[in-house]
Nanobody, 127 residues
Framework: QLQLVESGGGLVQPGGSLRLSCVASGFTLDYYAIGWFRQAPGKEREGVSCISSSDGSTYYGDSVKGRFTISRDNAKNTVYLQMNSLKPEDTAVYYC????????????????????WGQGTQVTVSS
């Protein structure tokens, strides 16, 4: 079965950190761009950060620049999202997605055309 599985979400206080993981099973992530998306209650899903399959180039949404870092470990078939200086407005369900030939910016700015989606992990930032 081909799937992506996210983990690492939870409850954290403002200013805290979390690291999300996205693991692929049934296929290798080597040839896919990977993106992290989030959806808060009552809001549309949005692209947070995406990373290319080839040269490691990345894209970050304006609201997370300087606070979040995306990385990939192809040997572990895993992509990470390190989230620092978390704010209450970062509260959302975070999803990862995989897509073949696409730039990170193109991937993050569109919700269509992604080959695989995970089921999501909840991140809650609250005191």
């Amino acid at each position: 079965q081909l799937q992506l599985v996210e983990s690492g979400g939870g409850l954290v206080q403002p200013g805290g950190s979390l690291r999300l993981s996205c693991v692929a099973s049934g296929f290798t992530l080597d040839y896919y761009a990977i993106g992290w998306f989030r959806q808060a209650p009552g809001k549309e899903r949005e692209g947070v950060s995406c990373i290319s399959s080839s040269d490691g180039s990345t894209y970050y949404g304006d609201s997370v620049k300087g606070r979040f870092t995306i990385s990939r470990d192809n040997a572990k078939n895993t992509v990470y999202l390190q989230m620092n200086s978390l704010k209450p407005e970062d509260t959302a369900v975070y999803y990862c997605a995989a897509e073949g030939i696409v730039t990170p910016q193109q991937m993050c700015l569109s919700l269509r055309g992604h080959d695989y989606w995970g089921q999501g992990t909840q991140v809650t930032v609250s005191s």
